[in-house]
Every structure is written in structure tokens, then in C-alpha cells.
């Protein structure tokens, strides 16, 4: 069945610290795949697909698709960083799941 | 292009009523997704749809869910005899049709059931 985990529902983490968003997926095929990101009272927003390799507000997420694993990464967090990150693997069929989500809270 | 389109943003129905939500998709995106947040939860895909097709229902509940995207005006996600349990955000995506590009987000419409 096609999965997406995201184990951490929230993670907080002090301002200039490192943080790692966690996604695994179970998919068949190749999925490309999406972090999405839902800033406070703001609609859900495209953050950076694999596919482009690009890094976007400080933030890279690598595919392992040996660990089949799609980690969000930052090496410092700042405050407005502080929203909820989905991961998504988007099939040939058009249909984007998305995990559970994790809630990013940036302490100063 | 003024992005996706919801309306109403809040809802209110008592038990029994029935719900109805709007989705325009940017102008161009022939693929429109319903999903469903429930509070403290992440969001579920419910529907996806072309212009008048539904291609994938399989995340919607067997009864009292209806969607339709019709050739002419917004794609409409019914709920029939709504019960407490159907409060949640309901979000709408659009994308055009291409396999790998990403789907932008209305603002989704919260629903509230008393």
C-alpha cells in the first residue's frame, strides 16, 4: 500500500539549531516527491520538490531511496521557520498523499 | 491569475443539514483534489477530479460524500445530512495536467457542525 510517514507530530528546536523533518515512504515506482508548508493562517505552499535539488529558505531534503527516505533539513532554524511541514509523494496517477505532518516550533 | 478559489471559508451547519463547498481552480488546471484535515491531524486526500470525471474517490467515506467537477463552474464537494464528526477543514488543490508539478492550495473551508 502507498504510505508516507512522518514520524514526529511535533518538533521544537531553539533559533540557530540544526533540524530534520523525517518522511519515509512506501510507494511502488518511482514517486516524485514534495515538502509542502502551511505557515500560520496561509494556505498550504509548495517548499521544494526532489526533483529540482534546489534549496529553498535554507532549507535541502536528499532522497534515499534505499531507506526510501525523503528528510527535511535545515543547519539553522530561525523563528519563522515555525509552521507545519508536510512531506508528499506525488504518483504517476496524479494523487499527492500526504503524512500526518509535522508542527516545526522555533524557540528564540 | 487569482490562485484557488474556496468559498465559504467558515461554515455552519446544524446535525442533519447538508454542506456545500466550492473550489475554482486557477485558470488552466484541468485537476482539482479534496482533502480533509481533521483538527490536530494532517490533511487525508478524499477525491480527485477532472472536468467532468471522477479519477480517484477512494479516499472518500462511502455514504453521504458527493463531488463533482463539471465542465462549466467550480468544483463542489457535497456532504448530506452532516454529522459532528464531519467538522474539519476541508482543502482544495488544483494542478494542471502535468504528472510532476506540484498542487496549489486554496485557503480550505472549516466546517462546523453544532
Known amino acids: 500500500a502507498q504510505r508516507v510517514t512522518q514520524p514526529e507530530k511535533l518538533l521544537s528546536v531553539f533559533k540557530g539549531a540544526p533540524v530534520e523533518l523525517k518522511c519515509n515512504y512506501s510507494y511502488s515506482g518511482s514517486p516524485e516527491l514534495f515538502w509542502y508548508v502551511q505557515y500560520s493562517r496561509q494556505r498550504l505552499q509548495l517548499l521544494l520538490r526532489h526533483i529540482s535539488r534546489e534549496s529553498i529558505k535554507g532549507f535541502t531534503a536528499d532522497l534515499n531511496k534505499g531507506e526510501t527516505s525523503f528528510h527535511l533539513k535545515k543547519p539553522f532554524a530561525q523563528e519563522e521557520d515555525s509552521a507545519m511541514y508536510y512531506c508528499a509523494p506525488h504518483t504517476g496517477g496524479f494523487k499527492t498523499i500526504f503524512g500526518a505532518g509535522t508542527r516545526l516550533f522555533v524557540k528564540a | 491569475n487569482a490562485g484557488v478559489m474556496q468559498n465559504p471559508r467558515h461554515l455552519v451547519r446544524r446535525r442533519g443539514q447538508e454542506a456545500r463547498l466550492r473550489c475554482s481552480p486557477m485558470?488552466?488546471?484541468?485537476?482539482v483534489y479534496w482533502y480533509r484535515q481533521l483538527p490536530e491531524e494532517g490533511l487525508k486526500f478524499m477525491v480527485y477530479l477532472q472536468k467532468e470525471n471522477i479519477i480517484d474517490e477512494s479516499g472518500m467515506p462511502k455514504e453521504r460524500f458527493s463531488a463533482e467537477f463539471p465542465k462549466e463552474g467550480p468544483s463542489i464537494l457535497r456532504i448530506q445530512q452532516v454529522v459532528r464528526g464531519d467538522s474539519a477543514a476541508y482543502f482544495c488543490?488544483?494542478?494542471?495536467?502535468?504528472?510532476?508539478?506540484?498542487?496549489?492550495f486554496g485557503q480550505g473551508t472549516r466546517l462546523t457542525v453544532v
Open positions: 488543490a488544483s494542478s494542471p495536467p502535468n504528472w510532476n508539478t506540484e498542487a496549489f
Open positions: 485558470k488552466g488546471h484541468s485537476h
